[in-house]
């Protein structure tokens, strides 16, 4: 049976794992406040637990609450101004854990009303609990029509205990439904499971993938590409992982945007961890790091990989424009800027001209000026 985990203290990979959740929570969250033509933000955490740990740490839905709020209340007037509506949904299958997590939800509000200058709170009706198996929720019409209403900005929070809950027809659902990013979290326990399922097996042998259980650092990257297999090939999507070692366990998450904005600021929360290859806290590409013999000046492993790549693509014009050339790298799991310091190197070495107006335009780069490129 699996070990509760609101019923100890929280592992330091545990932390970790809810740090990761809270950045990308926070990049993601203004945006969509911010957005005009988002009626409705809603956060979905549909493995909630019961709000903290046996040390009071706050789990996952008290960091979603404390976020929405802002450190500094900023999003409730914001919020009250907009006449925005921001829902939190939170789902526990066990009843008990349901009702623990509506008391501590309900503490932390009664606590900020204390500071707060306003009788009502915009939090007061704004969290809704279910305590439902997630595989039936999932499945539900209701759940389903709200996911793939447009008008609505989605934050789906996955923290599965294994892995066995997001299988090819939740990911499928996910991935399609319109203004949607979610994150999930893998326990490597389970990875030995994943690799005998037959859609991965048979996935594994026309890729001519081999998993191996012994190098526990490659698994999420393998077991991104298997979800990254999924995506139609017509399909703009973004997926990323991150590996989170914790002395020998391995744990993973993923997190899937259809918006450049999205996998953009994910990249920046995954680099802010790990500065060599944003990937995970081990050191996944065994790096030289700064002070050791043969540290690269230049970059990282990945840096130089995906830099030799672009300019590849580039020179063979199978890259033609600085769009192409900047979602190439966030596909590559690198921020943007790698693009602009590749093609900065092309025009230097007068091996590629550029046709309009030139720009480095690396951040926001959904609405990045378009050129075009031309090989001399
Ligand atoms: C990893 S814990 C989540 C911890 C939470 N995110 C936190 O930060 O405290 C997974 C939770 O999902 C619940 N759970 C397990 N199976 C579930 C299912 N099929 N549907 C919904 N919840 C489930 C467990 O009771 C457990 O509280």
Sequence with gaps: ????????????????????????FKEWYPVFLN?????????????????????????????????????????????????????LAFNEKEESKRN??????????IQCKKACPFNDCVFDNACHYAHEDFSDL???????????????????LLDQYGFKQ?????????????????????????????????????????????????NPKECHRVITNYFRSLI???????????TIQKGSNYYGLIFGTN??????????????????AGESN????????????????????????????????????EITNNKEGLKYALKCGCEPKVYVDVINGLIKDKKVSIDGQFNKTAMNIHSAKLYNISVI
């Design 100 to 109: 623990e997590l509506e008391c501590n939800i309900k503490r932390e509000i």
């Design 259 to 276: 918006h450049t904005l999205g996998m953009e600021k994910f990249l920046r929360v995954c680099w802010r961890h790990d500065t060599l």
């Design 138 to 156: 999932i499945q539900k019409e209701s759940l389903l029509r709200t996911l793939n209403n447009a008008k609505y900005a989605k934050f789906v």
């Design 35 to 87: 957005n005009p033509y988002v009626s409705r933000l809603i956060i979905y955490d549909m493995f909630a637990g019961s709000g903290r740990d046996t040390a009071g740490n706050v789990g996952s839905p008290i960091i979603l609450l404390q976020e929405a709020m802002g450190s500094e209340k900023q999003y409730c007037a914001q919020i009250r101004q907009n006449n925005k509506s921001v829902i």
């Design 232 to 242: 139609p090939a017509n399909k703009e999507y973004y997926l990323h992982s991150f």
């Design 282 to 317: 081990c050191n996944i590409n065994n790096d030289f790091q700064l002070g050791e013999l043969f540290y690269q000046l230049e970059g990282s492993n990945k840096k130089q990989d995906v830099s030799k790549e672009l300019k590849q693509k580039i020179l063979s014009k």
């Design 1 to 24: 049976m699996t070990k509760d985990i609101n019923k100890s203290e929280f592992t330091e990979g545990t932390k970790l794992k809810l740090a990761i959740f809270r950045e990308c």
């Design 166 to 214: 997001i299988n090819d027809e939740v990911f499928l659902k996910l991935i399609n439904a319109p203004k949607t990013d979610f994150i999930f979290f893998i326990a490597s326990s389970f990875i030995k499971r994943f690799s005998t399922l037959s859609a991965v097996t048979k996935y594994f042998r026309q890729e001519n993938v081999s998993f191996e259980e012994s």
